[in-house]
Each structure stands twice: as C-alpha cells, then as structure tokens.
C-alpha cells in the first residue's frame, strides 16, 4: 500500500511540478501526517526535491535517469525544471545580454586552445549565442523567476549547455502561429520555418541557421521545452515527447 501511495504521489508530481502538500492531500484524499511521511521517504530516496519554507514549499520530481549521467548536465535539466538555485552557482548565470556576450567572449577563446579550428570554433559560439540571445529577445517581462541564461561549458567533455527559465518556445510560437497546437509542433516550426516570434519583425531565421550548422559540421543538438525534445545531428532532426517538462529552454550542444 504505502509503495502504491508513493506511485501515486510521484506520478501527480512529475505531472505538476512545483506542487504544494495541500494538493498532494487533496488529490488523494489521504491523512496529511501519511503524506508528509512519503514525502520524506521519497526525497530520502531521491525520488523528489522540495524549494522553499513552509508554507511555500514546493515539490519536485528529479530529471529521470539520462543516457548523460555527468552530474552538472543533470543539475542544469533539474533548475530548467524547477529554478533551484542551490543547483547551479553565480558566475554560470548571465541576466543580462551583455554578460551573456562577455562570457561568448571568453568562450571563443577558450576553445580555440581546445579545437585548433577557428572556422568551428567560430560556428559553435555563433550557435551558442544565437540560443541565448533568442533566450533574452522572447522571454524580456515573461520570466518565470530568475532573467537571464545559464550558460555552462565543459570544454573537456565538449558540451557546452544553456538554460533558462522563461515561457518556452511553445507561447513564443502561439503569438504569432495561434494555430499551433503543442510543443512539438512548436518546435518543428523554430526549427524549420523562417517564421519570426517577435513580429512584425523581419526575423526568425535563426534556428534555421542553427540546423543547417549542425548537420553540416556533425555537431550534436539536444533542445528541450516544455514537454518535448528536438535532437538533431548530421543524419536530421527527430523531436520527440519526454518524460519532464521544462517552462523555458535547455539546450546541449556537443561538439
């Protein structure tokens, strides 16, 4: 019984993270202290994470086991998720654009010790910066509490990873696409349609270039929003729906 409880339990957070107890309680109908006693056993076991202090406490569900399992690729998905700030540190986030420049900055100087190939070097930070700046033109008033990007770069696993907490690519689409009918469409759209999220601007070629790039240079993309996955190599692009849901964007770039 207390297994299936906790089956239960874990399946109503995944689908609603950032859930409060009170809903927990009532969802199940069950007596409170019981509930809180599975909370604790699951976050014991690692199942669940919760931010803040009664009575905003909120819980979480951790990032299922992935094919990556280096363990700051795992802390970046699960502040996608939830925005836990104990899960990534300062000096990765860029709240604003010309932060996030100066660190693209430093980055194309650090892999071109690495790479010994400007002209990659080069399309890799221009990929980077395309994603981040997309991060800071549709998301400016639509955070869902920290601004800004996480920007993290491990030069020696060659992945390079940003973050953020805004609306998604999906309500980017809906503005000016209200047709569109989920995340994966959304994403079909970003990536293969000249289509602007900032209209009437001129814009909305930037993915496109993204693509085009990955494929060309057999670089490996991962981007994630909401409940859906775009991953893209030199064979094309699969998107697909995932297991999590992220609110803003995560992207892994290995090069």
Same mark, same amino acid.
């Given at each position: 019984?207390?297994?299936? +409880?906790?089956?239960?339990?874990?399946?109503?957070?995944?689908?609603?993270?950032?859930?409060? /107890?009170?809903?927990?309680?009532?969802?199940?109908?069950? *007596?409170?202290?019981? !509930?809180?006693?599975?909370?604790?056993?699951?976050?014991?076991?690692?199942?669940?994470?919760? !931010? #803040?202090?009664?009575?905003?406490?909120?819980?979480?569900?951790?990032?299922?086991?992935?094919?990556?399992?280096?363990?700051?690729?795992?802390?970046?998905? @699960?502040?996608?998720?939830?925005?836990? +700030?104990?899960?990534?540190?300062?000096?990765?986030?860029?709240?604003?654009?010309?932060?996030?420049? $100066?660190?693209?900055?430093?980055?194309?100087?650090?892999? $071109?010790?690495?790479?010994? @190939?400007?002209?990659?070097?080069?399309?890799?930070?221009?990929? $980077?910066?395309?994603?981040?700046?997309?991060?800071?033109?549709? *998301?400016?008033?639509?955070?869902?509490?920290?601004?800004?990007?996480?920007?993290?770069?491990?030069?020696?696993?060659?992945?390079?990873?940003?973050?953020?907490? #805004?609306?998604?690519?999906?309500?980017? !689409?809906?503005?000016?696409?209200?047709?569109?009918?989920?995340? /994966? /469409? /959304?994403?079909? !759209?970003?990536?293969?349609?000249?289509?602007?999220?900032?209209?009437?601007?001129?814009?909305? *070629?930037?993915?496109?270039?993204?693509?085009?790039?990955?494929?060309?240079?057999?670089?490996?993309?991962?981007?994630? +929003?909401?409940?859906?996955? $775009?991953?893209?190599?030199?064979?094309?692009?699969?998107?697909?729906?995932?297991?999590?849901?992220?609110?803003?964007?995560?992207?892994?770039?290995?090069?």
């Amino acid at each position: 019984m207390k297994t299936d +409880t906790q089956q239960k339990m874990y399946y109503y957070i995944s689908k609603n993270q950032g859930i409060r /107890a009170k809903n927990i309680i009532t969802y199940l109908s069950l *007596n409170p202290t019981g !509930i809180f006693k599975h909370l604790k056993i699951m976050q014991d076991r690692q199942k669940i994470y919760k !931010i #803040g202090k009664p009575p905003k406490v909120r819980y979480y569900t951790y990032v299922p086991t992935m094919e990556n399992k280096y363990q700051p690729t795992i802390d970046m998905m @699960n502040w996608a998720v939830s925005g836990d +700030t104990s899960l990534t540190s300062p000096e990765l986030l860029c709240q604003t654009r010309d932060v996030f420049q $100066a660190r693209l900055n430093r980055l194309l100087s650090d892999l $071109a010790k690495e790479l010994k @190939n400007d002209n990659l070097v080069y399309l890799i930070v221009a990929i $980077a910066g395309e994603i981040g700046n997309n991060s800071f033109d549709h *998301n400016m008033g639509h955070w869902q509490d920290t601004p800004g990007v996480v920007l993290r770069v491990d030069v020696k696993t060659r992945c390079i990873i940003l973050a953020d907490r #805004g609306q998604g690519v999906f309500a980017t !689409i809906k503005k000016v696409r209200p047709s569109v009918e989920n995340d /994966a /469409a /959304a994403l079909k !759209i970003a990536f293969t349609e000249i289509l602007s999220g900032r209209a009437p601007e001129k814009r909305g *070629n930037g993915l496109k270039f993204v693509k085009k790039i990955i494929e060309e240079k057999g670089l490996h993309l991962k981007f994630y +929003t909401g409940e859906s996955l $775009a991953e893209i190599t030199n064979t094309g692009m699969t998107i697909q729906k995932t297991d999590i849901r992220i609110p803003g964007t995560l992207v892994c770039l290995q090069f």
